[in-house]
């Protein structure tokens, strides 16, 4: 299989919220909150087709009986026992669809995780000016889980995980991660996280880099809660407020110098790519039949001056084919057209200049019809 890194996309991607999506803090968290609104909004309009008629029936009798009540028996006007009728039969559906709109606390907890990560993003950018390069968003490989933020710079490479919890930190002296606590609240699973999200930075980091001796810090910061320590460790991961974390990795020793910290930047950004919503949007991996099948139906859309009407069902094999490539697993990149080795094995063709030629004018047509579609 020829694989070599080529993109589908011009430019940087854009958002709902304006912007560049790309290594942008606290995208994937509000990204997830909006999937959970919609499912949400959905959820309640498929059940308040259901519950209101059958509140509207359930307080039919009664608004009948309180009506009947108030004429005979309080002897009031006709209006007035109407106005009850009317009050119990429609405030009954009324007040089943106003609960229906009370907040969901997972659905704020992800709102409020995102705030966090911004908040957390802002107190630590000041940190570019003493040689730390900061990235915010990242994706583990082969996992659903991501890096809030990731920091390269002299004291080596800060894993920064935030959390959004309110109220005072306490854990006990043996530093137990049960016993760390924010206002009574375990903080187990946020210190699960981070814990592995630095074994795998720290394990993929030095195995891309065997020559470097990279040191790789886990950082849980507390964005609202206060914190009665100015920094300590909980298995492992530091446990800090966000007002003392700049401090804290301004005085961590150095470490790397300026050369082992572009190389190692340039690793991690390699390792952990940023956040996308649309795997689609990422490169893939395509075998040579697919590619060679992909650029001749770009060819043939050229030559018609860009009209594919009847090529549709072509192009959507194309896309469920990309789609399928691009689920969580799979490898990046796709490849150009064969190379001369390609060539050679395939009809013993050994001109070495013909295939890259290919590979440019390959590069050429993605970027002249995706500019097409652009425009």
Excluded: C
């Amino acid at each position: 299989m020829a694989s070599t890194t080529k993109s589908l996309t011009r430019g940087p991607l854009r958002g709902p919220f304006g912007g560049d999506t790309r290594d942008r803090p606290g995208y994937s968290l509000q990204m997830a909150y909006q999937r959970a609104r919609e499912q949400h909004a959905q959820m309640r309009r498929e059940r308040l087709a259901h519950t209101v008629p059958r509140a509207a029936l359930r307080a039919f009798p009664i608004a009948v009986i309180f009506a009947v009540l108030v004429a005979s028996g309080l002897r009031l006007s006709i209006s007035i026992a109407v106005g009850v009728f009317l009050l119990i039969e429609l405030g009954w559906p009324l007040i089943v669809i106003g609960r229906s709109f009370d907040p969901v606390a997972e659905i704020e907890t992800l709102r409020e995780s995102a705030d966090a990560e911004r908040k957390t993003a802002s107190a630590i950018n000041r940190l570019r000016r003493y040689g730390y390069v900061i990235m915010h968003d990242r994706r583990v490989p082969g996992s659903e889980a991501t890096i809030g933020h990731l920091l390269v710079g002299p004291g080596g490479v800060m894993v920064i995980k935030s959390d959004a919890s309110t109220g005072t930190v306490r854990y006990a002296k043996d530093g137990a991660k049960d016993g760390a606590k924010v206002d009574g609240q375990p903080l187990t699973k946020p210190l699960d996280l981070t814990k592995w999200l630095g074994d795998e930075v720290r394990a993929r980091t030095r195995t891309a880099t065997p020559m470097i001796k990279i040191p790789v810090t886990p950082i849980l910061a507390m964005v609202e809660a206060g914190v009665l320590w100015s920094d300590g460790a909980v298995e492992g991961v530091t446990l800090i407020s966000l007002k003392d974390l700049v401090s804290y990795v301004r005085g961590r020793p150095d470490r790397l110098n300026p050369a082992e910290v572009t190389k190692v930047v340039a690793v991690v950004q390699r390792l952990f790519p940023t956040y996308s919503p649309n795997q689609l949007a990422d490169a893939v991996t395509v075998d040579r039949d697919q590619w060679l099948m992909l650029m001749d139906t770009l060819r043939t859309i050229r030559e018609r001056g860009g009209d594919a009407t009847d090529m549709v069902d072509r192009l959507t094999k194309i896309e469920s084919d990309l789609a399928r490539l691009a689920e969580p697993g799979s490898r990046s990149a796709i490849p150009t057209a064969r190379t001369d080795d390609d060539r050679g094995d395939d009809d013993g063709n050994e001109d070495g200049h013909r295939g890259d030629d290919d590979g440019d004018d390959d590069g050429d047509l993605i970027n002249e019809l995706t500019g097409m579609t652009d425009a």
